[in-house]
Every structure is written in structure tokens, then in C-alpha cells.
């Protein structure tokens, strides 16, 4: 049987949702066998449609590449970054851009887990358009990361010498490593870990005055 079937979609077009179908399968098949792995054959079986009804939808591998890279960030965009945009900007903020990131990763239906470490990993050192989409959408998540940060630290929320950029990278690298352990090493507990280092990380960059209440 097909792996994907269409969602409904209300008053979609019978091919949107068919090439959104092909796109979900192809964002999946590449987190385990990678951008490249992908095939017209491969997903016109994943999605039980014939070679030449999915290659209608795209103009070459690359497009089908292309196109999978953006799906994949459209899905960032509503899981992860999105509904932290409801919190005060700052460090709640901070806070729940990693615990939906957390959660996507944790409950996401990849079966190779987060799509950009898998992608990174396998076009990092692969000049071209792909790689450079894939940068791009990377960069701008740790962008927003960062802007938040330095957010809670002109607020007070974070110690004044907190480096914007280095806990950036130390949150980001702590989620990565959840990915990793899930993924390779089969740890279930992973993601919880992943929270109680996010938790205690935050506490210790935190101003005391700001996070217990005192006065200076």
C-alpha cells in the first residue's frame, strides 16, 4: 500500500494536492536516503501513482530537490516557528521557539528525523542551488534565534554579558544532538534530555533580579 495519502484540502485542485502528496514523500524518503536517494519511481510507489503522474509535477531532480527543501521549511514555518510568535518577544519567546522545535523533531513523521540535518550533513560540502537553499532557510532560523536572544538581554531577562551568538549556537547544537542520539542511537529518552539541558542553560544565562523577582 501507498505510504501517503492526501489530506483533505476543501476547495484545493486535484493537482495541488497530488504534488503536496508527492512533496510530503519526498521530504521523508530524503531524510533516510537523502536528497539525492530520491527517484520518480521511488515516489510514484510511495505514493501509488504512476512514474509519469509524478514527474509531470517537476522540470528536473533538482526542481523535485528544490521543491522538497521548501517543503520541508514551509513545515518549520507552522510547527516551529509560528506558534512561539504568540509568546511576549524575549526570552519567552526564546523558550518556545526550542520546546516546538523540540516537539516537532520528537513527533515528526520523517522517518530519518529532522530533514535540514540531514540535509546539511549530505550537501554541506556540495556547491549549488540546493545547498545554498538549504544554508539559507538554516541561517534564517538561527538568525531568528538570535534576535530573540538579544532581545531577553536588552530587556534584562538575560545576564549583560550573555553572547547572543554562542548561546544561539549551543541551543541549536543541544537540539541537533537529541536528532543524532534519536536517530542513530535509538534513544528514546533523548528529547527529554534535550529539554532539561535547554531548561538548565536558560537558567544559568538568566538574570537572577529578573527570573526570582529581586530588586538590585
Given amino acids: 500500500m501507498p505510504r501517503f495519502r492526501a489530506l483533505p484540502a476543501g476547495r484545493e485542485h486535484h493537482g495541488d494536492r497530488r504534488r503536496r502528496e508527492i512533496l510530503a514523500a519526498a521530504t521523508d524518503v530524503a531524510t533516510a536516503a537523502g536528497l539525492e536517494g530520491l527517484s520518480i519511481g521511488r515516489l510514484a510507489r510511495e505514493v501509488g501513482m504512476s512514474k509519469s503522474g509524478v514527474a509531470a509535477h517537476f522540470d528536473s531532480k533538482q526542481d523535485l530537490q528544490l521543491h522538497a527543501v521548501a517543503a520541508a521549511a514551509a513545515g518549520y514555518d507552522r510547527h516551529v516557528l509560528a506558534p512561539p510568535r504568540e509568546a511576549e518577544p524575549g526570552l519567552a519567546r526564546v523558550r518556545g521557539m526550542m520546546e516546538a522545535w523540540i516537539g516537532y523533531l ?52 538575560l545576564g549583560p554579558e550573555t553572547d547572543d551568538r554562542l548561546l544561539a549556537f549551543q541551543l541549536h547544537a543541544l537540539v541537533q544532538e537529541a536528532n543524532l542520539r534519536c536517530t542513530l542511537l535509538d534513544d528514546d529518552g533523548a528529547f527529554d534530555d534535550a529539554r532539561a539541558l535547554l531548561a538548565a542553560v536558560l537558567a544559568a544565562v538568566s538574570d537572577p533580579c529578573t527570573s526570582q523577582g529581586e530588586q538590585p
Fill in 106 to 157: 520528537e513527533a515528526i513523521p520523517y522517518r530519518g528525523g529532522c530533514f535540514f540535518a540531514s540535509a546539511g550533513a549530505e550537501f554541506g560540502a556540495r556547491p549549488g542551488a540546493v545547498r545554498d537553499q538549504v544554508a539559507q532557510h538554516t541561517a534564517s532560523w538561527i538568525r531568528s534565534l538570535e534576535g530573540e536572544i538579544r532581545t531577553a538581554r536588552r530587556v534584562g531577562e
